[in-house]
Each structure stands twice: as structure tokens, then as C-alpha cells.
């Protein structure tokens, strides 16, 4: 549609007003929320950690379909297999969809050749955590991102926009939504569902997957940092190319072992990599628990070097004194739609006026505008969910230790989606962490998690060692439905079980999609969770429906010689190449004659690598071949008949 003079100029003063508001957002990042005079541009510090894209959805509940790594975050707009007008990137707390739409935006109003958003004509960044009870998307974009152009009104920019060619809407946040999962027909969830805008490209961010949109929409997921990003992290917005500074940063983290799982969550490796940078000394911690203590005791710190007078006793009072910062973030939690953002003058109120100003100084708390019923409201959250559970932590405690029965006191704390809430909780008060320990083990699932709770209401790893003993003495699962804590929790301690000598009998990983790392040191998960190399395994099991490459098959093989103790290494599911290159068989799995085989059982038929020719072979239901303990030669020729005829058909 072609735009009269007057609603072309008022096009471009919605231009300038977006990239305004836009340039407001992207300068202001904050790694470190207790120092606000030091503020980047986001295209200073965003680093890249790993994308991966949903190429076939989840056919059953309890599997993940099929997922595939990216290069970029780009390519989810330029790969043809993603093609799509609706697109969701999930990601959990702290793992950097903001940081992403922000990069975006930066990449719209600075013209960036190579991204995605180059071409397109207006770009609409919307927080949906501010919309309140707002319904109309033309209100949204004027009251949050035109607010201070008065020449642009709401109906001008509904002309205009409908008179765009090219047009991308980005909702962040949908799990902070206030309208989310509801049967309201407001404009967000028209456009979702393509009621609305269905030729405009709309990316929605969101911690967790909407029920309606498990099919029809393309999902992309953010997965954290690894080691590349992390050190690119650290050169572009710490250190720059200062060498040295890299490694100390890093020799900190390494350091801090029971930090790496944490640190894989972009937010807080980059409070940890500022930190380091800022402190002399080195900084080692036994636990979460210890870490984010230290934390925030810095942010209180540099507050009382800000003050340099006797206000620093009151603060020493104020950072030990926070019950009634507890009690709202553990209320907020404990619910069954779990609240994340208060009223301030309610909230201000309840904590007292000088406690709240302190907290919004220090930067534990965040102000933001939302518009509801044609006000504005300041809403008051915590600078991220973990310093809320951090606090809930504390209540948790003092609740845990007057109660008998925790099970209906909990009922709405899911372990499995609050797992800090819990471990801060065990690492603050032993005789609490009893409890809740005790609660956790008769959990489906919990006991894996209650054993990294032990650690980390002790600190040591020997007062684990029996229970993990236990626990790897039986097969030890891995299931692509499983909760992102439950997998970290059972890595984490077959970890801890390989570096202390400890036999792993049998780890099973169905449904995880595992590829090999480019080090080959590492068994990368769907969940992009990872395994590294267990001396101590001796028995894998891998379980999954689709093609193995040649190439995939010679890197996992690869993967399973560096395991030394590994016996048997077994594939279930698979379709797997006809013959393998015997030089892609590696010598130390021949040298241990580690049996590698096919569980499928086809016509009576299973079938084991013979490693010295690369050939499969039949074998009985232990994995023997011919002249090998438990099949003899009759057995043998029966199974081979049978191995034929079933590849005939």
C-alpha cells in the first residue's frame, strides 16, 4: 500500500523512535548488576553459546525428537530446513534469549550486513513480562517503545504497519507473560497462533514450550556456553587479547569444579569471569552454595567502598538481616503459577523503604514499568531467578526445620525446575538438608539429585563416595525426556565417580541424540549437556531410532577407547553402516577386545563388530562370536543362517 507524504514522514519518525528506544535497551547491558556506571553495548560482550533447531518434532511424550546443532544464531533465519513465519527459541533462566533479541535489535538499527534482520522494513521488540492486562499490539508498541514520540499515536502506527512488506515481531518472555496459557484472544496469542500478522515473521523466546505450539511452530533452543564461548567471552568483554589474564580467569574456574555445570549458564559465567577479573585472590569454593554467598557479599561490598562511612555497619546488618526478602521470594515460588514480579509500593512497603532502596541499589532487585487498565505500574523482580531462589532458600530453611510432614509444605516446589532453591537450601543448614535430603530420595528421580545435595551441604566429596558407589554399581540411565537437572545431576556424578577410580557397571543413554565434540573427548547430549571421557565405565549402551553415519560411528568408537575399563560397547535401534573401515577402528579397542555390537534382535539374530575386519557378525545373546566362551560352532552356523536370511529380506 502506498504511503501519502504525511504518513511517510510519520513512518520514519516510528523508525527513529524504535531504534531509539532500541539503542536505549542494547547500550545498557550490565554484567555485573552492583556496578551500574560500567555499561556495555551489547554487540561488546554477546557471545554466541550453542544453538541447536528442532528438525522433527517429539513423536511420543518423553522424547525430543530430532535436533540439530547450529554455527549461528543467524542460521535460524537462513537455513531452509527452519524456514518458517513463527519461530520459539527456549532456553532456561539466565542462558540468554534477552541478550539474543537485544543483538537482534542492534543488528536492525545499525544495518549489519550479514544478519537476518538487514532487510527487514520495522522490527517490534516487545518484553512481554510489561504488557499486564494490555490486549492491543498497537498500544504495546506505544506505550513501551514509542512513549516518547508524541507524533506517532497509536492508530498512525497501526496504518503503517499494516502498510509494511516486511515486518518482525519479537515476544520476549512468554513465560512472564501475564496472559500466558490463556483463552484470551488478546493479540499476542492471535499472532502466535497466525490469527494475526500470519505474513510478518514472528520469533517468540520463552523458558518452556507452550502446549498449543508443540507442532505447529519451528523451535529452536539455547543450550549455554561451552568452552569456545566461554573463552571468547572472556577476550571480548573482560580481558581483551591480554593472554595472561585469559588463563588466570580460566585456571579459576578450572579450579572450581563444582562451578563448571553453573558456569555452562551464560549469565552467571559472565558474573563469575568479572569477578575473577576484579578480585587478586583466588577464589575457590566447595559448592554453589559458597559461590553465590561470595556473590553477594561483593555486591554488598562495593557498596560500602561506594559509601566510605558508618552507613557500612547498617549495610553489614542489612546483608545479614533479608527475613522478610525470604519470605516473598519463597512465596512467590510455592505456588502453582509461580509469581516472578511484585507491585513496588506493595513490595517497598513490605520490606521497609530503606531495605528496598538498598536492594535496588545493590542491584538484587530490578524496577520496570507495565501497563495495565491505562496506568502505568512499577513492578519490582529480583535481577534473576536464582538470587530469588537464593533468598526462598532461606525461609525454606527456617520453614524445614520446625516441620514434620514436607510433603504437603512443598507441594508446589518442583525440585526439578527450582533445583538451586533446593541445594541452597541443603548447603545453608545441615540439619535442614537432612530433611529435605531424606524428601528428595523418595522423589521418581530424586535420589540422583539428593546425592549432589549431600555435596553440597558438606563441601566434601567423600561423604558422597558411599552413595555413588551405590549408585553406579546398577545401570545408570540417561533419558532424553529426562529433566535438564536430572541429566546434569547423573553426569555430574558419574564424573565424580570416574576421576575417583570408582566402577561404573552400565551407563545406558537412550534417546539422547549423543554426537562426539570436535576434541573427541566429549559425548555431546540432545539436552547439549555433555559426557566426558569415564576411565572407570565399563559397560555403554546407546539407544536410538535413526542412521548412524560411517563418520559418527568412527567418532564414538573413538570416544569409547579413551574409556580404559570399557568392556562392551552396545547400539540398540540404530540402522548401522554394512562395514566399517577397519582403520577407523581404533587399535586400543582391539588390543582390550571390547565387544562391540548391534542389539538389535532381528530374526533371532544379533550381531557383533568383528574389529580386526570390520565385518558384523552373528554372535549369541552375550555378544560372543565363534570359538569365543558361550557359542559353539552349531549355534554358531544356525545364527549365521539366520543373520542371512533376514538381511535377504
Known sequence: ?????????????????????????????????????????????????????????????????????????????????????????????????????????YDWCNDVSDSPMNNVEILILLRLRQLGSVKSLYRAIKSFLLFHEPRVSKHVIEKIIDSCSSVHIILDGYDEYPGRDSNDNDDVHRIIKMELFADFEVSLTTRYLPECLRKETKRAKLIGFDDKARDEYIRKAVVGNNYEAVEEIKQQLYENSILADLCQVPLIFVMFAHMAQDQRDSMKF?????????????????????????????????????????????????????????????????????????????????????VSDDSITTMVRFYHKLFCEWYAAHHLVTLVKNAHD?????????????????????GLDPNAGKKLINHLKGLPGGDTFAILCILEQTGDVNDIMASVKELCSRTVRIKGGDSALLQRSTTQLLDIASKNHIPISRVHLFLCSPRVDESGLNLILESGLSLSI????????????????????????????????????????????????????????????????????????????????????????????PGEEGLDEESYQESLANFNRARRK
Open 286 to 370: 566447595k559448592s554453589v552454595t559458597q559461590f553465590f554467598k561470595y556473590m553477594i557479599r561483593c555486591f554488598y561490598d562495593h557498596l560500602k567502598q561506594k559509601f566510605k562511612d558508618n552507613r557500612s555497619n547498617e549495610l553489614y546488618l542489612h546483608e545479614m538481616e533479608h527475613h522478610k526478602l525470604d519470605e516473598i521470594a519463597f512465596e512467590g515460588l510455592n505456588k502453582e503459577h509461580q509469581q516472578l514480579s511484585w507491585i513496588k509500593t506493595r513490595f517497598r512497603q513490605r520490606v521497609g523503604p530503606e531495605l528496598y532502596d538498598q536492594y535496588i541499589l545493590i542491584g538484587i532487585l530490578v524496577e520496570e514499568d507495565e
Open 1 to 105: 500500500m502506498e504511503l501519502n507524504a504525511d504518513l511517510q514522514e510519520k513512518k520514519q519518525f516510528l523508525i527513529e523512535g524504535l531504534k531509539s528506544t532500541y539503542k536505549g535497551q542494547y547500550d545498557a547491558i550490565q554484567p555485573l548488576p552492583y556496578i551500574k556506571d560500567r555499561l556495555y553495548c551489547v554487540d561488546k560482550v554477546f557471545v554466541e553459546g550453542g544453538v541447536e533447531v528442532c528438525l522433527a518434532p517429539e513423536l511420543t511424550p518423553g522424547t525430543r525428537g530430532s535436533w540439530e546443532r547450529l554455527e549461528s544464531y543467524k542460521s535460524m533465519y537462513t537455513d531452509f530446513r527452519f524456514k518458517s513465519k513463527r519461530r520459539i527459541i527456549q532456553g532456561e533462566p539466565g542462558y540468554g534469549k534477552s541478550t539474543l533479541t537485544l543483538q537482534l535489535a
Open 534 to 625: 569415564l576411565s572407570s565405565l565399563q559397560k555403554l549402551q546407546i539407544t536410538d531410532i535413526r542412521r548412524l553415519t560411517n563418520e559418527e560411528l568412527a567418532a564414538i568408537l573413538s570416544y569409547s577407547s579413551q574409556c580404559t575399563s570399557l568392556k562392551e560397547l552396545r547400539f540398540v535401534g540404530y540402522h548401522m553402516p554394512d562395514t566399517i573401515p577397519v582403520g577407523s577402528i581404533p587399535s586400543s579397542l582391539k588390543s582390550r577386545n571390547v565387544k562391540v555390537w548391534n542389539g538389535n534382535y532381528i530374526n533371532g539374530v544379533y550381531r557383533r563388530l568383528n574389529l580386526q575386519t570390520g565385518q558384523w557378525q552373528a554372535c549369541d545373546n552375550d555378544g560372543n562370536l
Open 406 to 426: 514436607l510433603s504437603d509444605m512443598l507441594r508446589f516446589l518442583d525440585p526439578f525446575d527450582l533445583q538451586y532453591l533446593f541445594r541452597f537450601a541443603c
